[in-house]
């Protein structure tokens, strides 16, 4: 497996869920959690003036709610614009953790057809991550 991200590959994450939570009687419900592949493309503005299309995307206007800290932004903090987002797929729902218990879901996937390969170049960069939200 190299460094390189091609269309159609297949991915495997292992997403584990654990209650760390001290008190011994508390319990954590995950009432669902979601998976969503996202793909960013950063220039390197020393070298390129980029146009306003591929400005970063933590400097586009965000909905109010954003503002919030529990709000699910997965967004936040990235340095390039978004080029690709899959839909949210759900991973897992109705979960109880008991003190210290801890479940592992496995997501399989793979990178859409139509999306660019990750690339590290000097002037431009697509990137890969994959999101996990849960509530």
Sequence with gaps: RGQTFIAGESLHCSVEFRNTNTDPSAKEVIAWASAQIHCFCTVNKQRVKSPLSVEPTSSLPLPAASSYPTTFNPTADEKGCSVLLTKPEIIVCDVILKHG?????????????????????????????????CQ
């Design 101 to 133: 218990e801890s479940t592992t879901v496995e997501y399989n996937t793979s990178i859409p057809y139509e999306a660019p390969p990750s690339y590290n170049g000097q002037l431009v960069r697509y990137s890969y991550k994959i999101v996990i939200g």
